[in-house]
């Protein structure tokens, strides 16, 4: 089975400062997909980032990087300079042979 | 490049009652993925779909199905609705191709159901 764990209810950070946000999870497909989700308050799931299994890299994608470590199966997403429009719900998330899994979410709120 | 569209966006039934969402996916998009999101339960797998067949399904009662069209366009109904069926229904598309691991998933805004 996979599942995801994020354990940080909510962070609050200032503005232009870095934030990570914590990911961890468990699966048994030897190959998987890792992304991560931004949800405003409307509602829309935003696609972020994403990091494949065998990728040597670590994916980053303008403000956003995804520190993958494999052996820890923490994808941690870290965004670089907070802005006030990141305030949001963001989500990690896992898709291996089946379905995409979610973490149940974290709320980051960036303070001027 | 259309994003995903679901319609309506808003939609309040009453127990009892049945009803469909519809989705449509990013053009070229074969996969189309439905979840349940409430503040208790956080994001769940509805079910997807890919080419016309459903080829996963999460753990939710018969009341909830679903289907897709030649087209890619998806529809989700749930019949005889409970109190507990009001949440954000959000339906996500995917190339859906054999390497699930790296098929991004492209969300629409959703349709809040509220069941009173």
């Known amino acids: 089975a996979q599942k995801i764990t994020q354990t940080q209810p909510g962070m609050f950070v200032q503005e232009k400062e870095a934030v990570t946000l914590d990911c961890t999870y468990d699966t048994s497909d030897p190959s998987y997909g890792l992304f991560w989700y931004k949800q405003p308050s409307s509602g829309e799931m935003i696609f972020l980032i994403y990091?494949?299994?065998?990728?040597?890299q670590n994916a980053t994608e303008g403000r956003y990087s995804l520190n993958f470590q494999k052996a820890r199966k923490s994808a941690n997403l870290v965004i670089s300079a907070s802005q006030l429009g990141d305030s949001a719900m963001y989500f990690c998330?896992?898709?291996?042979?089946?379905?995409?899994?979610f973490g149940k979410g974290m709320k980051l709120t960036v303070n001027p | 490049k259309a994003g995903v569209t679901q319609t309506p966006r808003y939609l309040i039934k009453t127990r009892g009652q049945q009803v469909t969402l519809s989705c449509s996916p990013i053009?070229?998009?074969?996969?189309v993925s439905w979840y349940q999101q409430t503040p208790g339960q956080g994001l769940q797998f509805l079910f997807e779909?890919?080419?016309?067949?459903?080829?996963n399904k999460g753990n939710f009662p018969g009341r909830f199905s679903g289907r897709q069209f030649s087209n890619s366009r998806s529809e989700m109904n749930v019949s005889t609705l409970e109190l507990g069926d009001s949440a954000l229904y959000l339906c996500?598309?995917?190339?859906?191709?054999?390497?699930?691991?790296?098929?991004?998933?492209?969300f629409g805004q959703g349709t809040r159901l509220t069941v009173v």
């Open positions: 996500a598309s995917s190339l859906g191709g054999q390497n699930l691991g790296g098929a991004e998933a492209f």
């Open positions: 779909y890919f080419s016309e067949t459903q080829r």
């Open positions: 053009s070229g998009h074969r996969s």
């Open positions: 990091q494949g299994s065998y990728d040597q």
């Open positions: 998330a896992m898709r291996g042979r089946s379905k995409l899994v």
